[in-house]
């Protein structure tokens, strides 16, 4: 049976730090919502900004239904022959609905303090415009129609994943969980 891993949590949580390992260590396969977006930007020679992201989120959503997303990913997902599956950036409960019916199912929360996160941001610039964010922009892009979700699925969580401490703690949790 399949091990369908869906990570939700605020960002820089650590959402992308666990998929890695999982991909390293488990030969896990590896979805991410945002890779859909970031294509899109890229064949529209747009920044691949925080801005622009959500940007393409909201547009592609208003316009094919907000479970366009959730969609792709469990096509993606059903296609793959893989016994562990990652799925990193459910952010609203549309991201789930059809992942949540496939056998082995389970939403993984992982959240850490916000300063912590805020450190991790700044630190490894994912996005053109994360680097010289402020605190006030940090705690603002919370605030977008992309994040405010993030607390309902946390709720429905299977487990959540403290990501507040070093990586081999991390790594610990993420063995438990798998075993």
């Keep these: 049976m399949k091990i369908i ?5 605020p960002i820089a949580s650590g959402k992308g730090t666990v ?7 488990y ?8 890779k859909i977006l970031r294509d899109i930007l890229d064949r529209a020679y747009l920044s691949q900004t925080r801005n622009n992201l959500v940007k393409i989120s909201i547009v592609m959503r208003e316009n094919f239904g907000q479970d366009i997303l959730a969609k792709i990913i469990a096509k993606d997902v059903s296609k793959t022959n893989h016994n562990i599956i990652v799925v990193d ?3 609203r409960p549309a991201d789930i609905k059809y992942l949540k019916d496939i056998p082995g199912f389970k939403l993984i929360g992982i959240d850490a303090d916000s ?6 941001l700044s630190k490894r610039g994912e996005n053109k415009d994360d680097k010289n964010k402020t605190w006030e922009e940090f705690l603002q ?6 994040e405010v979700y993030i607390p309902k699925l946390l709720k429905q969580a299977n487990l959540i ?7 081999k703690e ?3 949790q993420i063995d438990n969980l798998v075993k």
């Design 161 to 167: 994943i403290n990501n507040e401490g070093n990586l």
């Design 89 to 91: 950036g459910a952010r």
């Design 5 to 9: 891993l869906v990570l939700t949590g």
């Design 27 to 34: 030969k896990a396969k590896s979805f991410k919502f945002s």
């Design 19 to 25: 998929s890695k390992y999982l991909k390293e260590k």
């Design 141 to 146: 892009d919370h605030k977008a129609e992309t």
């Design 170 to 172: 991390l790594y610990k």
């Design 115 to 120: 300063k912590i996160r805020y450190k991790r």
